[in-house]
């Protein structure tokens, strides 16, 4: 061959590899290869039952193996995240609908000594401020007592929760860092916002919470200690929780223990402080299936035990008078209020004031000459006057499909609340008696987005059973139910825990570009009271997921969507949710996004906080709750060769509430499972947690994944 000639095939073969690698690099940019996973099978025998794990080696998020293994699925979600075309026109709406005209929206009121103390989101600022104002009328009156951004400019630091003292001379704050809801206390002066040199570590968990009460003189306050160093294994850390008491000015080495030795393993402490603060009612729940027991101490200084777990009663709050009002659920699924005269420390003197009703009681509030209370109707709130005898009065007038939160006294029977709906941003409003009418106050949010041409529509779904389960339809006006709509499904189902309305101004984005938005009111949540909880908790859980699948089935029915325009979406327990009807219809979804799901449920019990759980999905020890469980856990639920749903796991590895293994082994499992076919995202994080603490800039990256898969799968353009 002649030089010219070799020359010639030799330009023409690099033109050729020149090609092939843009179109290799091109593809490989789309849609790069998942990364590969051993499988080190284990096997566990249980109840004569052999299961395999081949993926129990990702559970140990600490080994250099599992770091870099996440390290590669994490690249990989990136790589097709952030090569969606239209991710970045959905992160610029999503800014512009967080920081374009931000105003602040208040939260968590408390009322002392004719203050009004809050909570205070402020965009761009990534995480609440504590402020204290004169008025809810008169914002110009604002002081802020604790910018957490000036202490830590990362934006990771948070505030848990915060007790003012009697005097309001003093904020009790608990912090934690990175999304961990790991909180330790710290005492600021309210006139000043300077922190005294009082700190008391380990007073709040991610799972069990935590709280405070002031004494009457505010030289001290009683608290909820987790274990120090040392006192248990690393691994109790967040469990054992007991209360107690530090004196304003001491070292936190002589704090004094007061009572808990005989508390659960995985008591959950609240406290309720009496008015003239002589009592004091901690209210400690067993775990998370909604078991409660009750201990108060009297003016004499000693704890009694108020009610048992066989009283069914799980909240209690004093009167001006010191009258003890309780909640109770005996006999009665949707709740019923009992009252006890001041001084009186026996359940058994307590007398019935409000009878259960249609309504499900979700809080109540008591005044001088009123009590109120705030009452779910299948997932919308309602509100209720009634007089201190309890004799109904009237319905309060609020948004329609709305919510209401943050309910406090301002003195006399005057009460202050948050009323918002799926289409209207929160607002707080002011009721008098007197006046008859709620006033909406200066603390209102405005939003730049539009759901003027938007409504909601309840629908019902017929579940497996024949049960009727409730859907919330947000939809804009005038669409048209021809099958053709992006649609997303939404969920949660457990803890007793309901699909109130909220308002999500993100959701506008997903409307805007011909999507509906569904959320569902399936059984295991709280909208029709206790026994609608029980319907889908332990060996009834798979009732949960028949609801669900019944309200996609709706939608596909009733012409709103298809299979191939239908998304599901939950995170949690909600999680849960999403992984099962995944994997016991696959055929009824093209995607999924499953935040932060609860995923293996053979093992989640052994999960750093998995105690918790045992009272709400029950324990394979029990060869009953074993059988559910195994039927329908995702993670085992998986089959090989199945065209499964693409979908979008997140975690994080800071999340103390749901630990990061169960999305990383649900990853590995299904990517195992579809091969190439499959579209399996782990997107992983640091710094997050469960959500409770996140920075406002961390939600909006991760809302604009969550976005960006769906209008990617789903074939929806950006309009």
């Not at 402020?131 to 990771?156: H, W």
């Not at 959950?268 to 729940?285: L, W």
Request: aromatic share 12%; glycine share 8%; hydrophobic share 35%.
């Amino acid at each position: 061959m002649g030089k010219a000639k070799c020359l010639q095939r030799a330009t023409e073969f690099a033109f050729l590899f020149i090609i092939l690698s843009i179109i290799t690099q091109g593809c490989f940019e789309k849609e790069p290869l998942m990364p590969q996973t051993t499988i080190k099978p284990v096997s566990d025998i249980y109840h004569g039952v052999e299961v395999v794990d081949n993926y129990r080696w990702l559970e140990d998020g600490t080994s250099t193996e599992v770091r870099e293994w996440s390290e590669a699925q994490n690249n990989f979600a990136r790589s097709n995240l952030d090569n969606i075309p239209v991710r970045e026109n959905i992160k610029k709406r999503l800014q512009d609908l967080y920081y374009t005209d931000a105003s602040p929206e208040y939260h968590s009121f408390q009322y002392q000594k004719n203050q009004l103390f809050a909570l205070k989101k402020q965009p761009p600022k990534d995480q609440p401020l504590l402020v204290v104002m004169d008025s809810p009328d008169d914002p110009s009156s604002e002081k802020v007592i604790l910018d957490p951004t000036l202490i830590d400019t990362t934006g990771e630091s948070a505030i848990d929760f915060f007790v003012i003292s009697p005097t309001a001379k003093y904020a009790a704050v608990s912090l934690s860092e990175g999304g961990t809801e790991d909180g330790d206390l710290y005492i600021y002066e309210v006139a000043t916002g300077n922190r005294l040199g009082d700190f008391v570590p380990g007073v709040n968990g991610p799972t069990a919470g935590g709280d405070v009460a002031w004494k009457a003189d505010e030289s001290g306050f009683f608290y909820t200690r987790y274990p120090r160093p040392g006192e248990r294994p690393d691994e109790d850390k967040r469990f054992y929780q007991q209360i107690y008491y530090h004196k304003i000015g001491t070292s936190t080495d002589d704090d004094k223990y007061v009572i808990g030795k005989e508390f659960p393993k995985i008591a959950e402490i609240q406290f309720e402080t009496s008015a003239d603060y002589q009592y004091i009612v901690a209210v400690v729940a067993d775990g998370d299936g909604g078991e409660f027991l009750q201990y108060i101490l009297d003016k004499s200084g000693k704890w009694n035990k108020l009610a048992e777990q066989k009283d069914k009663i799980s909240a209690c709050k004093f009167g001006p008078d010191n009258s003890l009002y309780l909640f109770s659920c005996k006999d009665a699924s949707k709740g019923k209020i009992l009252r006890l005269s001041p001084g009186q420390t026996k359940l058994s003197s307590a007398k019935t004031v409000i009878t259960e009703s249609e309504a499900v009681i979700y809080d109540f509030l008591p005044t001088v000459n009123k009590i109120y209370t705030r009452d779910l109707v299948g997932g919308p709130f309602q509100i209720r006057e009634f007089d201190n005898s309890g004799k109904f009065i009237k319905l309060i007038p609020i948004l329609p499909v709305s919510s209401t939160k943050d309910m406090v006294s301002l003195g006399g029977d005057k009460i202050l609340y948050r009323n918002y709906s799926y289409l209207e941003p929160s607002a707080c409003f002011v009721y008098d008696p007197s006046t008859e009418t709620p006033q909406k106050t200066a603390l209102f949010v405005k939003s730049t987005a539009d759901f003027s041409n938007v409504e909601v529509v309840r629908e019902m779904a017929k579940s497996k059973d024949g049960t009727q389960v409730p859907m919330s339809i947000i939809r804009r006006k005038g669409t048209k139910l021809d099958g053709k709509n992006p649609t997303v499904l939404y969920g949660y189902g457990g803890y007793g825990l309901s699909m109130n309305p909220w308002y999500d101004r993100t959701i506008s984005l997903w409307l805007d570009n011909g999507g509906v938005y569904v959320i569902a009111n399936t059984r295991g949540g709280g909208e029709f009271g206790e026994d609608w909880h029980k319907a889908g908790y332990l060996t009834n859980k798979q009732n949960v997921f028949d609801d669900f699948a019944a309200c996609a089935e709706h939608l596909i029915e009733t012409g709103y969507t298809n299979s191939s325009k239908l998304a599901i979406q939950g995170g949690s327990n909600g999680g849960l949710l999403v992984g099962a009807t995944m994997t016991q219809h696959p055929e009824l979804f093209k995607a999924v996004v499953c935040h932060k799901g609860v995923l293996d449920m053979l093992r989640v019990e052994l999960d750093p906080n998995g105690e918790f759980n045992i009272t709400e999905f029950g324990t394979v020890t029990n060869p009953d709750h074993f059988k559910a469980l195994y039927a329908y856990s995702p993670y085992h639920s998986v089959k090989d060769g199945i065209d499964y749903p693409d979908i979008l796991l997140t975690a994080d590895e800071n999340d103390g509430r749901v630990d990061a293994s169960n999305s990383r082994k649900m990853a590995a499992r299904l990517q195992a499972a579809t091969g190439m076919k499959g579209y399996v995202l782990l997107r992983l994080s640091t710094g997050y947690g469960h959500g409770h603490g996140s920075s406002l800039s961390a939600e909006i990256e991760l809302e604009t994944d969550t976005y960006a898969f769906l209008f990617d799968r789903l074939g929806v353009e950006f309009r």
